[in-house]
């Protein structure tokens, strides 16, 4: 550990407050650097925060962790900074998945063998292609374990994806360019619309895109992670003790957090990020703050917008070749405990054979407070629902409040198939949109979740942490592993380990 005492580091400047820019800040100031993290939001966390209402709490994106296992990414980052882990209860079954015109879930269960015997009895003949998954699994968290830089942008980064390899990460090479449509047409099971629609609903949550864009070595992780001996967990409280925690950390090891600042723009000097402007929200005020090295905790399309004219035009290209991302409808419910069937797993997800706005292809992602979890007083409860959809009708509508309103009333018809949901048992009803995320989180169009999973943008082909401008990183679900509070840990970690191999 740095001598506190002493002259401290160089100065890293951190854009954005979410887990991923907490992470990289608090671990900095932990090796002595001196930090300042500017947010311009209320409350740190980002897409992983909460907001109250009526005694309620509800997670504003995500709702579930991975990575709290002893060895994995929460719980090595928080043994560094010196800080208990939060108190959480697994998801077992992580997801209880819904199929069109079906009553009883497909659930995904923590205990591998619990697993192995619900996909037997719910998807026959599809064994080897879940042997695949979990070989690659296998492979692919022991090579991500060992701290790989994804992609590499010099021989620094080279040597630690390098030093990662072993004999059995070989065994991923052969499927790099592979889709989980590939691997689903060799095992002759490209036709097994049932197991499809299964994949299609739980690669979404977290690729983005359906089984037939997912690059399979992305999914095999998100296929498995959800069992044993990792597995989803369900903090108590609220996902806010994350950011919470990091932010304890950070302010204990000297490091400074303004929020309610907006950075308007990353200054360029001689191709080095060199300051960053900054707006006081309330004051107005607006200064350049000078900076050794700058991590932006922000998506790719947000960086570019902060560079301006600055920003490399190769990379400018790049982003706005992507396809587009997406954006999520959330409405928020506090019911009466009534409203809950019994035995409700934490996370359920459904995908319905109707018509109206929800989206094409009418899937909900569903999360369900359990009693004493801190979410709900006593014989309350909290339900959050959410479905991808495209953020240009979100700013393109006409009337926008009549979509707001027309969503809410379809989300609230479509769950009441499982809960009991009646104006006796609804106390709070709320929603969010592309332009809600926009305005709280500041992510270019309200798009969450990253840039997709697809072959061109996972892994070796995705963006860099580094940038091509000199002391400017990129951290964050645009980057390698990805979306999820895990996946921009990951991120942060490896941003940290190259400034210090910068040695500023």
């Not at 990289?24 to 907001?51: E, H, K, M, W």
């Not at 402007?277 to 922000?298: C, F, L, M, S």
């Not at 953020?391 to 309103?405: F, I, R, V």
Request: with cysteine; proline share 6%; hydrophobic share 40%.
């Amino acid at each position: 550990m740095p001598d506190r005492v002493g002259e401290r580091k160089s100065r890293i400047i951190v854009i954005g407050a979410g887990i991923g820019g907490l992470t990289a800040a608090a671990l900095l100031a932990q090796r002595g650097y001196n930090v300042l993290t500017l947010d311009q939001a209320i409350a740190p966390g980002g897409c992983a925060s909460t907001f109250k209402r009526q005694g309620f709490t509800f997670d504003v994106g995500a709702t579930q962790v991975a990575g709290l296992e002893a060895g994995g990414i929460h719980h090595r980052i928080f043994s560094e900074l010196g800080i208990n882990l939060p108190e959480a209860t697994p998801c077992d079954p992580a997801c209880a998945v819904y199929l069109p015109g079906e009553n009883t879930p497909i659930n995904v269960w923590r205990d591998p063998d619990k697993w192995h015997e619900e996909r037997l009895r719910q998807f026959p003949g599809s064994e080897p292609f879940w042997q695949l998954i979990a070989a690659l699994f296998n492979a692919s968290w022991k090579f991500q374990g060992r701290d790989p830089v994804l992609p590499p942008r010099n021989v620094w980064d080279l040597l630690q994806l390098v030093k990662a390899v072993r004999s059995g990460t070989l065994i991923t090479v052969p499927y790099t360019l592979f889709t989980v449509g590939d691997a689903l047409n060799a095992y002759k099971l490209g036709n097994d619309r049932r197991l499809r629609t299964f994949l299609d609903l739980q690669l979404k949550l977290y690729s983005q895109v359906d089984a037939q864009e997912t690059a399979l070595l992305y999914a095999a992780t998100a296929l498995s992670v959800s069992q044993e001996p990792q597995g989803l967990f369900h903090l108590q409280g609220s996902m806010q003790v994350l950011s919470d925690r990091l932010v304890t950390a950070f302010t204990r090891d000297g490091g400074k957090l303004l929020m309610r600042h907006t950075v308007e723009r990353i200054d360029v000097v001689n191709g080095k990020a060199h300051a960053v402007v900054i707006r006081n929200q309330k004051t107005g005020e607006v200064w350049t703050e000078p900076a050794d090295g700058v991590i932006a905790n922000v998506t790719v399309q947000n960086l570019v917008q902060l560079l301006g004219d600055q920003v490399h035009i190769g990379y400018k290209q790049r982003v706005e070749k992507l396809p587009p991302a997406s954006g999520a409808f959330v409405v928020y419910l506090g019911v009466d405990e009534s409203a809950i069937p019994p035995n409700c797993p934490p996370h359920l997800q459904f995908m319905y054979n109707a018509s109206g706005p929800i989206g094409e292809n009418n899937s909900l992602f569903v999360s369900v407070s359990h009693p004493g979890d801190g979410r709900a007083p006593t014989g309350k409860a909290t339900i959050i629902a959410s479905t991808f959809v495209d953020p240009e009708q979100w700013w393109q509508s006409e009337d926008y409040e009549a979509l707001k309103q027309q969503y809410t009333k379809e989300a609230i018809s479509l769950l009441s198939r499982f809960f009991y949901l009646k104006p006796e048992t609804i106390i709070h009803v709320e929603a969010a949109t592309p332009r809600t995320f926009a305005h709280y989180t500041a992510r270019s169009r309200g798009i969450v979740g990253g840039i997709g999973q697809r072959i061109p943008t996972f892994g070796p082909f995705g963006f860099a942490n580094r940038t091509p401008i000199k002391h400017l990183w990129l951290t964050g679900d645009s980057t390698h592993p990805g979306e999820g509070t895990a996946g921009v840990s990951y991120s942060a970690l490896t941003v940290v380990r190259q400034i210090e191999a910068e040695k500023l």
